[in-house]
Each structure stands twice: as structure tokens, then as C-alpha cells.
């Protein structure tokens, strides 16, 4: 029994992170409960139009390239924001809203003997990026398995505002220990979740929380990749760690396995698969509500995950749902399946070398 080394491919553009030593503690404001849109750091509830510079550029500045959905409301409006915020090859990003104010912010984390978040309000105005906050908060590594993974994160007290979080592996049992501090409290939790025990090479992915219940608190979202690609989805408790979902679904030799999240409208968050070796690509949908499994053509797809298109996460429309979306390298440009009309919208932004934020599972 071992585990994969996690390796760079197209489906995975970075590692996992570095381990937990103390923490900076905030008070916390509970009486917003609005969960803000992924990627929305304008705050109108639509997922912005957001790059980063090219992840392989090792020791640049991240550059972040934000576009505000819609681009254009009314000619010559439209809203760009470029600002450097971290280190690529050094810092992850994870921007989410931790503040709490339904906007996304920038924030990165940074592995260290003392890992650390930092977080920065996004400058909308002509001003520069001032950080509101540097959270020490796991344990440092050079990205391997046995470091602290930042895709941790999500609002697992429900409050609304996202929890710092990393996940540590246990190489002996290869569970799980998540390490979570509650943006409500202020207190921390050091939380076991995992598989059960397994034979073959295997690799482990953690991804951000989701909620499946409905009941407004993220659970955690793990899964397993056997040796065959054949994926194992696991959902948990993110306060006892009891396993709350198990799903086999996909496989990561032809599909780019993403963040669950609530594609079908009913609040609960849903498991979903791009496969990109069919042209078109085909999204695979698993409603949890009722376990059954829609597929829908959209981007376009390559058998040898050569020119693909790169699916992307968000809700590009504001309806609440998560829409099927994709970013096009050829031509710089967003295609979204829009969950509200089933209409398609684009939009072009970016250049060579850059890369969609949104983050689609460990990268
Ligand atoms: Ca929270
Ligand atoms: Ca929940
Ligand atoms: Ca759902
Ligand atoms: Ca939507």
C-alpha cells in the first residue's frame, strides 16, 4: 500500500501543501450567513471573469486578472482589475471570502516552517492591494504528499465566511486530519476523515467543502483515484468526520475531476466530472439528491488532453447554481452554459500563459 506521487499534468497544476503550528485568531461577526459566489469579487452574486499569469512562471509575481462579469453593462464600462498578489511556484492561490462581505478576496498561501494565508481585500477603485491579514496556519514543505493542503478550506460553522483550513495526510493510516478554524468562534478543530484502508497505488485528492446536506455548513470532500483512474468520492462531517456520502464516480484517466458543488439547484452540492477525451467534451452531473447522473456536451475535448478546453467553476449567471463553463486557450475566451435559461454566453479575456482561477480540485 503506497501512495502515487502526485505528479504535474493537465489536470493538476500544483501540489499539496505544507503543517500546522499555531494560529492568529479573529472575532468573529455571525450575523451573516450569505454565503458569497465563487469567484465574485465584486459582490453582484456572478462569478467574475478571473485569470491568473502562467502557474510554470516559478518565481514571478502572480499576476491576477480579474474582469467583472458582465464586462460591459453599458459600453465602455467595462471593469479590469491586474494586480500582483503572491509568488508563483511558492504561494497557492485560494481566493475565497473570508472576510465575510459576500465578496471574493485575494488570498494566497504560503508553505513555511509556519504556513501562512494571506488575504487582501480586492482593490475595485485605481488603489493598490493592501493586505487586511496574514493567518500563520500549518506546517511548511517543498509540496509533497505529506504537507499541508490548502484546498481545505470552506465555511464548515455555516456562517457565511470561509474557514482557514489545511488537511494533513497520516501516511501510516492515509487518512486524513483536517485542522479547521471556525470564522465564527475563533476556535480551532482538528478533525479525522478518510477512506478505508486500501490496497494499490492510489492517489488522494482534497477538495474545498461542500455543502450535500443543504443545511448551510460544508462538509469535507475527498477522493480517490485507484490505480485504474477509477474515482471514490467521499463526503463527511466536518465536525465528527463521519462519512456522509460515498460515490464512485469517474475516472481520472479521462475525466478532470472538479470540486463538487450545487449544479442542479436544490442547495445541495453535486458531484460532477469533465470528460475531455470526448469531443465534445461531456460534463457528468451526479444530483445527490437522487443519485442519478445527467451528461451534458460542452467544450470541446481532445482524447490526448492536447487542446482541450479546461473546465472552470462558478456561477456566471447569478442564479445560484453552478453553470457548466469552460476556458479556451486557443482564443483566450470563457464559454458558459448558462443554468438559469440554458443559453451560452463568452467572454474573451486574458493571454498566453494564463490560467483560469477557478480551481477545479489540488492544483
Ligand atoms: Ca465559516
Ligand atoms: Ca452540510
Ligand atoms: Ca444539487
Ligand atoms: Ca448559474
Redo the contacts with the bound molecule.
Keep these: 500500500m503506497f501512495l502515487k506521487k502526485i505528479t504535474e499534468n493537465l489536470r493538476s497544476f500544483f501540489t499539496i501543501f505544507a503543517v500546522l503550528t499555531a494560529v492568529l485568531l479573529y472575532s468573529a461577526n455571525t450575523t451573516n450567513a450569505q454565503r458569497g459566489t465563487y469567484l465574485d469579487f465584486t459582490g453582484d452574486n456572478k462569478s467574475d471573469w478571473a485569470l491568473r499569469s502562467d502557474p510554470t512562471a516559478t518565481g514571478t509575481p502572480i499576476s491576477w486578472k480579474i474582469l467583472r462579469n458582465p464586462a460591459s453593462p453599458v459600453p465602455n464600462q467595462a471593469f479590469i482589475r491586474i494586480v500582483n498578489f503572491g509568488v508563483t511556484g511558492t504561494d497557492v492561490p485560494t481566493p475565497r471570502d473570508f472576510i465575510g462581505d459576500s465578496k471574493t478576496e485575494l488570498a494566497v498561501y504560503r508553505p513555511g516552517t509556519a504556513g501562512l494565508f494571506f488575504v487582501a481585500p480586492f482593490p475595485e477603485g485605481t488603489g493598490g492591494v493592501i493586505i487586511d491579514r496574514v493567518i500563520q496556519f500549518g506546517r511548511g514543505g517543498a509540496g509533497t504528499i505529506t504537507d499541508d493542503n490548502p484546498d481545505a478550506t470552506g465555511d464548515y460553522d455555516g456562517d457565511g465566511k470561509i474557514d482557514y483550513a489545511v488537511s494533513r495526510i497520516n501516511t501510516t493510516t492515509l487518512r486524513m486530519t483536517y485542522y479547521i478554524m471556525s470564522s465564527a468562534t475563533g476556535t480551532m478543530s482538528q478533525v479525522d476523515f478518510g477512506l478505508p484502508p486500501f490496497t494499490g497505488s492510489v492517489q488522494l485528492r482534497v477538495f474545498n467543502g461542500a455543502d450535500f446536506n443543504g443545511d448551510g455548513r460544508d462538509e469535507l470532500v475527498l477522493a480517490l483515484i485507484a490505480e485504474n483512474g477509477d474515482v471514490t468520492w467521499s463526503a463527511g462531517d466536518a465536525i465528527t468526520g463521519a462519512e456522509m456520502i460515498r460515490l464512485q464516480f469517474g475516472n481520472f484517466d479521462t475525466d478532470y475531476i472538479i470540486t463538487p458543488a450545487n449544479y442542479t439547484g436544490d442547495s445541495r452540492a453535486d458531484f460532477v466530472v469533465f470528460r475531455a477525451t470526448l469531443n465534445p467534451g461531456v460534463w457528468f452531473i451526479n444530483d445527490t439528491a437522487t443519485n442519478t447522473t445527467t451528461a451534458t456536451q460542452f467544450g470541446i475535448g481532445s482524447p490526448t488532453f492536447a487542446g482541450n478546453d479546461f473546465p472552470i467553476r462558478g456561477?456566471?449567471?447569478?442564479?445560484?447554481?453552478?453553470?457548466i463553463a469552460v476556458y479556451r486557450n486557443s482564443n483566450n475566451t470563457f464559454y458558459v452554459l448558462?443554468?438559469?435559461n440554458g443559453g451560452q454566453n463568452g467572454q474573451t479575456w486574458g493571454g498566453t500563459g494564463d490560467t483560469p482561477l477557478g480551481r477545479i480540485g489540488t492544483f
Design positions: 456561477d456566471y449567471d447569478g442564479d445560484g447554481r453552478q453553470d448558462q443554468s438559469s
